[in-house]
């Protein structure tokens, strides 16, 4: 069974997380490290995908800032989305030369993890045909954005779970207007132990990858500072 590592985090800005993605990717890339799976959670951000719609914005840019919401316009695959606390985010870094050289299937796979992961919860999630997340009848409770690079991946799935969803009222999610989003909260009517589903996320995507986390780190944050620093 192939090792890997999880990085769990606290809550981390964005801008940290995606710099620290660049470089975990250019690590495994060269062999530097193994597999790699980080879950943590963001302040409130929104990002566009390289193939996303600005008019998808609905909020003014000024008023996003006056809000204290970051922007980003990223490089990885999909539209708009949200991230705040809540949330949980997932990056894989695989290599997928390890694994198999098929994006659609590592979407799939992705979808897969997070549908057992609520089962565990007692929620029936599945796919809808045509569309990439995780949905709960016709509301999607995760969405899913990659790049992919030299076969190793990079950015991942954001999970609602305690998640304020009227932050998605000034956005058209993922560029799909006539379908709602929800949280594990709403659908199971209580808050949800965060930690919890961080473990069975971890649990059932080494079961899905066929990998081991041989390394589990928490990482301490430094909003206003440049480096990730391990505690």
Same mark, same amino acid.
Not at 99 to 111: A, I, N
Not at 180 to 191: D, F, N, Q, Y
Not at 220 to 228: P, Q
């Given at each position: ?90 990056? =894989? ?86 379908? =709602? ?51």
């Amino acid at each position: 069974m192939k090792k890997a590592q999880l990085l769990k985090t606290e809550l981390l800005d964005y801008q940290q997380a995606w710099d620290w993605q660049r470089q975990l990717h250019s690590e495994r890339r060269f062999g530097a490290i193994p597999d790699t799976l980080i879950l943590t959670e963001h302040p409130h951000t929104y990002t566009i995908g390289k193939s996303g719609d600005e008019s998808h914005l609905v909020a003014d840019e000024a008023r996003l800032a006056t809000e204290g919401i970051k922007l980003y316009r990223i490089d990885r695959g999909g539209d708009i989305t949200y991230h705040g606390p809540g949330q949980i985010v997932g990056y =894989p870094i695989l290599d997928l030369h390890d694994h198999y050289c098929d994006v659609q299937r590592f979407l799939r796979d992705l979808e897969e993890v997070i549908i057992r992961t609520l089962a565990e919860f007692g929620i029936t999630a599945g796919r809808v045909e045509g569309l990439t997340g995780v949905w709960v009848d016709d509301a999607k409770v995760a969405a899913i954005g990659i790049r992919v690079s030299r076969w190793v991946t990079m950015h991942g799935f954001a999970l609602n779970v305690n998640t304020d969803l009227s932050y998605f009222g000034q956005i058209v999610p993922c560029g799909i207007s006539d379908k =709602p989003v929800t949280s594990m909260a709403k659908l199971l009517g209580h808050a949800v132990d965060f930690a919890e589903v961080q473990d069975k996320l971890a649990q059932h995507f080494a079961a899905v990858f066929g990998i081991e986390f041989v390394e589990r780190v928490s990482v301490g944050h430094r909003v206003t500072e440049d480096t990730v620093v391990v505690s």
